[in-house]
């Protein structure tokens, strides 16, 4: 199995300010017939099942807000909070889907309000 | 609207099975593949199994063969997972997910169904 890598496993940032999470999977997940990246960024709150925010790697779901980007190819990814708000608080995954139907999840990454 | 509801929580002693069911609505049923994920108190994700609802197929974590089952009722629009020979470590929130081809990834959740496993 592709094992998914986060980092940190916490961080803790000024409201305003920018958010960076890393994850590095073992093996790429970029598929060269089609230049697509199966990688995808979840947001989880408490109590909350997770949300989808980044899938592609890159493309934004519908309704999130453009503070979140994500960027990478391969094996290292990056998920970007421009500028950290109150309700961005939670734990943020990435995930595999290229070795589908197995998907793995990274370890998450808490953030939280400095 | 699109939704995925699920059953509610359960408690089972060490050995028995539990069954979660995940309803949908709000979209073609057959048309997307239902997963399920799992999550232990504290910790982080962990895939459990997919189906695919127009045939049945079904694909199951390595660590979960044997114990886990996958079913779906297309009358209901209903997926049912049946976890059996319950442990300790089998207690977690259950959820399922609807996976997106076009996006390739889940885009629709479930609430989460809470399973404890305690004598």
Same mark, same amino acid.
């Given at each position: 199995d592709i094992v998914m890598t986060q980092s940190p496993d916490s961080l803790a940032v000024s409201l305003g300010e920018r958010a960076t999470i890393k994850c590095k999977s073992s093996q790429s997940v970029l598929d060269g017939s089609n230049n697509k990246n199966y990688l995808a960024w979840y947001q989880q709150k408490p109590?909350?099942?997770?949300?989808?925010?980044?899938?592609?790697?890159?493309?934004?779901?519908?309704?999130?807000?453009?503070r979140f980007s994500?960027?990478?190819?391969?094996?290292?990814?990056?998920?970007?909070?421009?500028s950290l708000q109150p309700e961005d608080v939670a734990v943020y995954y990435?995930?595999?889907?290229?070795?589908?139907?197995t998907w793995t999840f990274g370890q998450g990454t808490k953030v939280e309000v400095k | 609207?699109?939704? &995925?509801?699920?059953? =509610?929580?359960?408690?089972?002693?060490?050995?028995?099975?539990v069954t979660v069911s995940c309803k949908a609505s709000g979209y073609s049923f057959t048309t997307y593949y239902i997963q399920w994920v799992r999550q232990a108190p504290?910790?982080? &994700?962990?895939?459990? =199994?997919?189906?695919n609802p127009r045939g049945g197929a079904a694909t199951y974590a390595q660590r979960l063969q044997g114990r886990l089952t996958l079913t779906r009722d297309t009358s209901t629009?209903?997926?049912h997972m049946e976890l059996s020979? &319950?442990?300790?470590?089998?207690?977690?929130?259950?959820?399922?997910?609807?996976?997106?081809?076009?996006?390739?990834?889940?885009?629709?959740?479930?609430?989460?169904?809470?399973?404890?496993?305690?004598?």
């Open positions: 109590g909350q099942p997770p949300k989808l925010l980044i899938y592609w790697a890159s493309t934004r779901e519908s309704g999130v807000p453009d994500g960027s990478g190819s391969g094996t290292d990814f990056t998920l970007t909070i421009s990435c995930q595999n889907y290229y070795t589908t139907p | 609207q699109v939704q &995925l509801v699920q059953s =509610g929580a359960e408690v089972k002693n060490p050995g028995a099975s504290g910790e982080g &994700l962990e895939w459990v =199994g997919i189906i629009s209903t997926v020979s &319950l442990r300790s470590e089998d207690t977690a929130v259950y959820y399922c997910a609807r996976v997106s081809m076009e996006k390739g990834a889940f885009d629709m959740w479930g609430q989460g169904t809470r399973v404890t496993v305690s004598s």
